[in-house]
């Protein structure tokens, strides 16, 4: 039920001494505008007991559930639990932009190493490939060393 309220229309006085200004059509709708206003104002009223009793009756489960009695020491309690959730709420978020940072880092690292990896793989394949080279060269010069000693023997 809305909480708004409304007032009937003013009546009209009617003087005993002289005759009525009033009809009684008139007198009747007087009467059923103010029953009907009167109506309004018991729902409102009930409504209203009805919020009060629904707010004794959390505030006492607040108490019990909570151990405090007054109202103040509720909302101390209350704030503090609030301005501890908004103090970890901060952590979280600080704790996810770190994890959000060391997150790239890694990404960032292992990418590092998989390019030093391959630059190494090439690089091996090169060191192998002289190494081969030189190797041949020396072959080929004792070679030609042993075909000169085999040449100048008489």
């Known amino acids: 039920m809305p909480d708004t309220f409304f007032l009937p229309p003013p009546l009209h006085p009617t003087s005993h001494h002289t005759t009525p200004h009033h009809t009684e059509q008139e007198i009747k709708s007087d009467l059923t505008t103010i029953q009907s206003t009167l109506e309004h104002w018991e729902k409102e009223i009930i409504h209203h007991d009805d919020k009060i009793t629904s707010y004794k009756t959390n505030f006492d489960r607040l108490k019990s559930v909570s151990a405090l009695s007054s109202i103040d ?10 301005e501890e959730t908004f ?3 901060n952590f979280i978020q600080t704790v996810n932009q770190e994890t ?12 590092e190493i998989q390019n030093y990896e391959e630059s190494q793989i090439s690089e091996e394949g090169g060191r192998v490939a002289t190494l081969e080279r030189e190797r041949k060269k020396v072959y080929d010069s004792k070679e030609e060393v042993s075909g000169r000693n085999e ?3 008489p």
């Open 73 to 82: 020491d509720i909302v101390a309690v209350f704030i503090k639990n609030e």
């Open 87 to 89: 103090s970890l709420f």
């Open 100 to 111: 959000d940072l060391l997150t790239e880092q890694h990404a960032r690292l292992l990418k």
């Open 151 to 153: 040449a100048s023997e």
